[in-house]
Every structure is written in structure tokens, then in C-alpha cells.
């Protein structure tokens, strides 16, 4: 596994680094006003339970003793004041119409603080994935111990189950503690006391719930701490069989056109079989867990009537507090058993650290790679490479030592054999490959860069043709024009339509847009990486005499396989860069 799993006390120093730069952010006031005003409703709900708890003891007492008239006041009468009790008693309705409407409002702020936080985490993670190009860097890793599966993943789902998990686990921790200080002394102060061998024990319910948690929370440890690593390695998994689904949906031409159903199935099944198995050891190491973890919540329920009958037997409390101790010994027993109750939840929440905190270290690192290799001076007026190395991720060389100039207004073709490193000083030009020494300095104005499959965002026809820029930037008529110089213009009545371009069009076709850009963008340097090579011969032709009739103040860089029948003719060859 890439990313190595620690225990709960690290996670909660990851948990809280994770979630410390939106509690300090611009929302930073609103964020905290919702958590304090969330946390105290809850509050409000506990003090609530233990009210309830009261009106048990009355209500069961007043049942004792045959009182209909008080057990009816106890029921609807607002405010009743009994002889006795520590505190005026409101009537068991208004109680639950006050409890409904302040729970409800608990979880509705609860909610809104939510997605107020996931929305700024996610905006977050989304311009910290894509500034530096640190998205490009990430994908770029041949390190095992360095690849982060799924991103997508981590950043839709992960943030998704990071701010419910959190807020959910957070405050119910923080109510769990007040509710434990507000029944342990309700439970001290009907439990009496016991002298076994001779030694007094004052409100000793309290010790018995406080054992009996400190056992169930340390078996609970150990059953389960397996099921960490278990449930990280499931999202994973669940995650990479998504994403080869979604491998067969975008590629189902190449795969229908190679009959490579049969070996796609093999993928699938195998990729779902690393799921099923995994879930099987989940499913084995929660059987132990579950069948302690229920026992232990099941006898927690008769326990404190078996320990406090012999009080009532012997008279020495009446029914409404048999009634109200195993209320009061479940609130402070669950306080003192949060962490056996939620460690399932526990173990999600803590996988979700860590796939969170390890994606925003590689974030860091690929940002961090991003200002080495390469360097881009300062643009000039030609294009010149300074003592140039470029290196593949594991240290193999592809350029070693190139020095040359380009000047503009040449027509400039570059040659080699496959894997000789042209697309790799395509992107260095570009300024997007971080491994390497020496300095390119970019030649001066506007650059574009046309990769061999270029992409095609989800959207209309005419936004891919004008991608990265706004569609509005261009008009129709002419984005119609530069379709039909490309000789695409029966796709000009789908101009506003909206479509996946990138499996609708074929090779050629996509080719042909992505030149349908340049003629729009009308670039001082214009870069081609191989975007003739599903072209058949008259078309690529055709193509090369409308970029140079289109675009004469252009200077055109065309990596290609093939000899070029005129201008300035470079080719690489065992990492050495020169004229042909």
C-alpha cells in the first residue's frame, strides 16, 4: 500500500490539519459561529435527556402510588410542581414538541455547516490539484510508495465523507462528555451505597458503568484495529474499479474495434474480485467485533437492573427510580463507551484522513517539483535552449547538454524515432516537465500548443473549439469559417450542441478541430506534436496549406516521424539535438 496507515492519535493530528485552514480561512467567523450555535443545540438536547429522566421518576412514582390526577398533569399540564423534586416539572408534551423542534434544528445547521465546509475544502483541493499543474506532476510518479490513486475520488467522495464524518463524530464526542458529566451525578445520587467486604462505595453504579466501559473499549481495540487498513484499501479498491468502468465508457470504439470485450471482462472481473475479496476480510474481521460489540450494548441494558433489584427488593428505593437508573446508567455507560459504539465509524473516518492527508502531500511535492528541472527564462525573441538535459521520471536521458536557437519565421520540423524524447522537449517548451537541468528561454508573444489527441471538454461543439477560451470569445460565423477551412463543415449545424466530442468525432476529425483552435487563436508560435498522424496524406496536405495561408505571421514547430520537404529540419537522436 502506497500510503502507510498510523494509529488514532496521529489521525487526529492529520484530522485537525486537514480541517484548520477553513476554521482560519475568509468563512472563518460564519464557520465557527455555526460549529458553537450546532454544538450548543445539541447541548440543549442533552440537558433535555436528563430533564426526561426527572419526569420518568415522577411519572413512575406517581403510577406507584395509583396518583391518576398527577400522572394525567405529568402528561399535558405546561409547568407542575411536585413535593420533592429537584426541579418544576413541564408535561411530557411540551417536552417532546421542544426536544422535536430543537433536534431538528441541530441537524439542519448541523447540514449547513456541512456543506459550507465542503464546498470551501473543495474549491480548496481543486485549485491546489490544478495550480502548478501539480495534477500533471502527481500523474507523472514511478515511485510505488508516491502514486495517489483516484483523485477524483478523494476529492468528491473523501471531502464528502471527511466533513460528515468529522462533524458527526466531533460533536457527538463533545455531547457524549457533557452528557456524562450531566447523568454521571444523576446516577451518583440514586445509586446509594454498597459496603461489600466491609468497604463503603458511594454511588458505586458510576464505577460498575466506568468498568464495565473501560473492558468493552479495551476489547474493542483490540478485535478491531485490523479493520484500518482493511477499510482503506476498500476505498481504494472500490475507487479503481469505478475507474476502469469508466475506461470501457470512453474508449468503446478502440475496444469494439479490437474485439477486446473477452479481455475487458478478465479486467473488470479481476478488478471487482480485489473487491470482493477485500470486503470478505472486512466482512471476517467484523464478525468478532460485531458479535462482542452487540453483546456488549445488549447485556448494557439489563446490567444495571440486575445490580440495583436488590436495593428495590429490600425497599430502599421506590419504582419511578428503578425506572429512571437504567436511563441514567445507558447515558453515562454509552458516555463512558463512545469509542466501542463508534468504531466502525472510526475506522471510515480514519481511512479518509488518510487518503485526504496523503493526496495533499503529494499536492505539495508535485507543486514543489513543479519549480525544479527546467527553467523558463524570460521570454526573447527566439526560442533557445541553454544547456538543456531532460531526464525521464526514473533518471533516464533524453536530451544531454542541447544548446540551440531558434529564431521566428522559419517553418521548423523536428524528427526521431519513437521514444527518443520529442513530446518530452514539447512539453519542456510548454514548461510542464519538471525533470531535467539547463533553461529554455520561450520565445516572445503568444504560444499554442497542439498535442497528437488533443482534448475536448464535455460541452458544446463550439466550446472545444475554442477551448481553453470562453465560447463568447469567438463567434458563430467565425467558428463556422475555421470548421470549414479544416473541412469540417457539415459539424457547423451541431455548433451549439452538446456532446463527448472526444468519443463523437474520429481520430481525423478531432485532429482537424484542435487546428480549427489555431486558426482562431491565431498564436505568434504554434506547436504541433504529431496532429496530422490519423490524417490520410491529401488532407494532412491540405491542412499544412491553410495553417501556412492562414497564419503567415505564425511560427510553426511540427514534431513528426516523417522528412520534411522544406525548411529548417532538426532531429534527436540518442539525446543529442541538432540539424539534419
Known amino acids: 500500500m502506497g500510503e502507510r496507515m498510523t494509529n488514532f492519535f496521529t489521525g487526529l493530528r492529520e484530522a485537525w490539519s486537514l480541517a484548520k485552514p477553513y476554521f482560519k480561512s475568509e468563512e472563518k467567523w460564519v464557520a465557527w459561529g455555526l460549529l458553537v450555535f450546532v454544538i450548543a443545540l445539541n447541548l440543549i438536547v442533552v440537558a433535555m435527556n436528563v430533564v426526561i429522566t426527572y419526569w420518568n421518576n415522577d411519572f413512575y412514582n406517581a403510577i406507584q402510588v395509583y396518583d391518576a390526577g398527577l400522572c394525567w398533569k405529568l402528561l399535558y399540564y405546561p409547568v407542575i410542581h411536585i413535593k420533592g423534586s429537584p426541579l418544576p416539572m413541564l408535561g411530557f408534551a411540551e417536552l417532546v414538541a421542544a426536544y422535536v423542534l430543537i433536534a431538528t ?16 475544502l473543495t474549491a480548496h483541493y481543486v485549485d491546489n490539484w490544478l495550480s502548478d499543474r501539480a495534477y500533471y506532476t502527481i500523474s507523472l510518479a514511478n515511485d510505488p510508495g508516491r502514486v495517489i490513486d483516484n483523485p477524483d475520488q478523494r476529492i468528491s467522495e473523501d471531502l464528502r465523507d471527511f466533513t460528515l464524518n468529522t462533524l458527526a463524530l466531533g460533536i457527538d464526542f463533545i455531547t457524549n462528555v457533557v452528557t456524562l458529566f450531566s447523568f454521571i451525578f444523576v446516577l451518583y445520587s440514586v445509586s446509594g451505597i454498597i459496603r461489600p467486604f466491609g468497604i463503603t462505595i458511594h454511588g458505586y453504579l458510576v464505577w460498575v458503568a466506568l468498568l464495565y466501559s473501560i473492558f468493552g473499549t479495551i476489547i474493542t481495540q483490540l478485535i478491531g484495529r485490523k479493520l484500518i487498513p482493511l477499510s482503506f484499501n476498500q ?25 477486446g470485450e473477452a479481455d475487458e471482462h478478465s479486467t473488470l472481473r479481476h478488478s471487482f474480485q480485489d473487491v470482493r475479496d477485500n470486503f470478505w476480510a472486512i466482512m471476517s474481521r467484523t464478525v468478532p467485533l460485531n458479535f462482542f460489540t452487540i453483546t456488549f450494548a445488549q447485556i448494557a441494558n439489563i446490567f444495571p437492573l440486575v445490580v440495583i433489584l436488590p436495593r428495590y427488593f429490600a425497599k430502599k428505593i421506590g419504582f419511578g427510580a428503578l425506572a429512571q437508573i437504567p436511563i441514567a446508567f445507558g447515558q453515562v455507560q454509552g458516555a463512558f463507551s463512545w469509542f466501542v459504539t463508534n468504531y466502525p465509524n472510526l475506522v471510515t473516518w480514519r481511512a479518509t484522513i488518510s487518503r485526504l492527508y496523503g493526496f495533499r502531500e503529494a499536492m505539495e511535492a508535485a507543486r514543489a517539483a513543479a519549480a525544479t528541472g527546467p527553467k523558463l527564462d524570460s521570454p526573447g ?9 531532460l531526464t525521464l521520471p526514473d533518471g533516464r536521458k533524453l536530451l544531454d547538454h542541447a544548446s540551440l536557437s531558434l529564431p521566428p519565421g522559419e517553418k521548423i520540423t523536428l524528427t526521431g524515432a519513437s521514444g527518443t524524447g520529442k513530446s518530452t522537449l514539447f512539453r519542456a517548451i510548454a514548461g510542464i516537465w519538471p525533470f531535467g537541468t539547463g533553461s529554455i528561454t520561450p520565445p516572445s508573444g503568444s504560444l499554442l500548443f497542439l498535442p497528437q489527441k488533443p482534448y475536448f471538454p464535455l460541452g458544446s461543439l463550439k466550446r472545444s473549439l475554442t477551448y481553453p477560451q470562453a465560447e463568447e470569445s469567438v463567434s458563430d460565423e467565425q467558428a463556422i469559417d475555421a470548421l470549414t477551412a479544416m473541412g469540417l463543415e457539415h459539424l457547423a449545424p451541431q455548433l451549439h450542441e452538446a456532446g463527448n466530442w472526444g468519443l463523437i468525432l474520429s481520430g481525423g476529425e478531432q485532429q482537424r478541430l484542435s487546428l480549427a483552435r489555431a486558426l482562431l487563436a491565431k498564436p505568434d508560435w504554434l506547436f ?9 496524406p491529401a488532407m494532412a496536405a491540405r491542412v499544412q496549406a491553410v495553417l501556412k495561408e492562414r497564419l503567415p505571421g505564425t511560427t510553426i514547430l511540427a514534431i513528426t516521424h516523417h522528412e520534411p520537404p522544406s525548411g529548417r529540419h532538426l532531429q534527436l537522436a540518442d539525446g543529442v539535438l541538432g540539424n539534419a
Open 235 to 259: 476505498q481504494r479498491l472500490e475507487a479503481n474499479f469505478r475507474f476502469r468502468l469508466v475506461r470501457v465508457r470512453e474508449h468503446t470504439e478502440a475496444i469494439a474495434l479490437s474485439h
Open 381 to 389: 525573441a527566439a526560442l533557445t535552449f541553454n544547456d538543456l538535459t
Open 528 to 536: 504541433l506534436d504529431e496532429v496530422t498522424s490519423a490524417l490520410d
Open 105 to 120: 434544528y441541530a441537524t439542519y445547521f448541523n447540514q449547513m455547516l456541512q456543506i459550507k465546509w465542503r464546498q470551501w
